[in-house]
Structure formats: C-alpha cells, structure tokens
C-alpha cells in the first residue's frame, strides 16, 4: 500500500495504517545530542595547535546551560580529537559529561566517512573510538549504549547496512538517530571567521540568523514527522560542540521551551515505536530520520520544501552580513 501526501484526520489514519504505529504520549519531546567531542572543527580555533583552555570553555558554558534547563544530553565523542587535545585535558573534560544526567556515545575513531570504509574498518573505528570514553563511562556507573557515526553515514549498500548493524549488535551499541538538523556547521563557518576577524557586529547578526533558521527548523522537521508517521515522535536534535552553540545553547533550549518541548534522553526518546523497527533505506548520504522512515513506508514527501541555511551566511565574508 503506498501512502500518498494527505492532509488532516485523514492523513493520520492512512498513515498509520500503513505504519502500523500509534501515537506516543501527548505532549512533544527532544532529546538534545552533540557530535564531535571534546570540540569540531579543532584546527580552525589554532592554526597551530589545539587550544585546551578554549576548548574547556566551550564545554564548561556548554554544560552550564543544560543544566540551567535540565537538559539531559548526550556528546558523541571522536576518539582523535581527544588525543591531539591530550588526554588527561580531554579526560577531563569527558568525566564532566557524565554529571547530572548527561552521558557520552562513540563517533568513531577518526571521524571517518563509512562510505568509504569496508566492515574490517569500520570495527576498527567503532572498536578504537572507545579508549577513552568506554573507562569513563563505566567510571560513572554507566554503560556505552549509543553509536552515530560521522555525517549519519550507515550503510550505502544493503551489505554494509546489515553488516554495521551486526556490529552494533556484537558490541551492544544502538544506532543513535537524528531527526532535526539546523545546519550548524554554515553559520559556525561564518560565525568564526566573524570572531577571527574581530567583526563582533557581524557575529552577532550571524548568530542571530542562526537561531532565526533553527527554530525553523524544529517546526520543519515536526510537521515532517507528522506527515510521515501520522504524529510527533519525539525528537533527536543534532548539535555539534563547536563555537556558536556554545553562545547560543541558552537559546536554542529556550526555542524548544516556547515551542511546548521538554527535554528527555536519547534512550527514553528512542523507546518510542518510531524507533524501534529499524531503518532499512539504504544511501550514502545521511539524510534526518524522518526523510528516511518516508522512504522505508513509502509516504511522498517533497525535501524542496526544506529551507537552506542564508545564502549571505555561507558566503561570509565575501558578503558582509546583512
């Protein structure tokens, strides 16, 4: 049976008829997630060197504010970037992530790109990407549940689909899904080259174009939910530790605050059905989860419709900010 776009009371019922779910509790969730700890993009903070002091402090405002909200959250860590930091800095700022109600997962050894990577490389990468983060974790009482790996790349062939999900199985990981991208890494781009550049103003226009684009996007990716499973599953945000969300996290979190969202774990928001039949489409990009349970269902969507981030935003500063 192949769901067709419709709108209203019968969209829903169509649709979950085809899907054979139904809607999870009332009221809307997100779980709050950041991919490339200790920090991404590490070069561009030095040309020389990575600068250990200004990566604690993207950390330590970072944590500040999901405390201040209660923001449970989880930090996807790159096994690498802890070693070029220096462990002992690094270390120490990983244990921070496992107070109050936050948590660590695996990005990989090296962030390298799976699409490019057969099975015997990808078990190195998900095997060696948990030296540091594997003893913290268990340090904090906790277990090593979650993997995403780098640009949500998961398999462009069935056979490399079905080989990492027995990866994962063997090493007892879950895939970690993401259903609301913002495109952070455009307006970081710019965002630092405005603060290299000492243009202040400029950072700040910048930043504020991004929230602008972000809360767009929540409410992009919430009506697409909707159109594809019929209701708002719970949310996975996808951040990265990098130097715009860490000035701008108090108000991306208050964005979700208006919007009527609380704050859950990654693991409360994947017990949702949605995310308990796993995705068989298969590509080499890595499209949010929504774009892919449409596929999996057959529910017609037009991606065209998603905004892109301000043009004038990724040419920064060819064109100065508007």
């Known amino acids: 049976m192949r769901c067709a776009v419709a709108g209203g009371l019968l969209a829903?019922?169509?649709?979950?008829?085809?899907?054979g779910f139904a809607p999870a509790q009332a009221g809307k969730s997100v779980a709050i997630t950041f991919d490339d700890l200790p920090v991404a993009n590490a070069g561009e903070i030095s040309q020389e060197r990575l600068v250990p002091s200004e990566i604690a402090r993207l950390n330590s405002s970072t944590l500040a504010a999901l405390r201040r909200h209660r923001a449970p959250a989880i930090g996807f860590v790159v096994e690498a970037t802890v070693l070029a930091m220096g462990k002992p800095e690094a270390k120490s700022i990983l244990a921070a992530w496992t107070r109050d109600g936050l948590s660590l997962g695996n990005h990989s050894y090296s962030h390298a790109d799976t699409n490019g990577l057969d099975l015997a490389g990808i078990e190195a990468e998900i095997e060696r990407g948990e030296a540091t983060i594997r003893p913290v974790m268990a340090e904090a009482g906790q277990k090593l549940r979650f993997m995403r790996f780098p640009m949500n790349h998961t398999g462009d062939t069935p056979?490399?689909?079905?080989?990492?999900?027995?990866?994962?199985?063997?090493?007892?990981y879950e895939l970690a899904a993401s259903t609301i991208d913002n495109s952070d890494y455009v307006f970081e781009q710019a965002y630092g080259r405005a603060l290299a550049a000492?243009?202040?103003?400029?950072?700040?226009?910048?930043?504020?174009?991004y929230l602008d684009f972000t809360s767009l996007q929540i409410d992009y990716y919430a009506g697409l939910s909707r159109q594809v499973l019929g209701y708002e599953p719970p949310q996975v945000m996808l951040l990265h530790l990098n130097r715009i969300n860490a000035d701008a996290i108090d108000e991306i979190l208050s964005l979700f605050e208006r919007k009527n969202y609380r704050f859950v774990t990654l693991t409360e928001a994947q017990a949702d059905p949605a995310y308990r039949q796993p995705v068989r489409f298969v590509t080499r990009f890595g499209p949010m989860w929504a774009y892919r349970w449409a596929r999996d269902r057959n529910v017609v969507v037009d991606g065209r419709l998603e905004q892109e981030p301000p043009q004038w935003v990724a040419d920064y500063p060819s064109k100065q900010a508007k």
């Open 12 to 19: 829903a019922l169509l649709i979950l008829a085809c899907t």
């Open 159 to 172: 056979e490399k689909r079905d080989g990492i999900a027995a990866l994962l199985a063997g090493r007892g």
């Open 198 to 209: 000492g243009a202040r103003d400029d950072a700040g226009k910048i930043r504020a174009a």
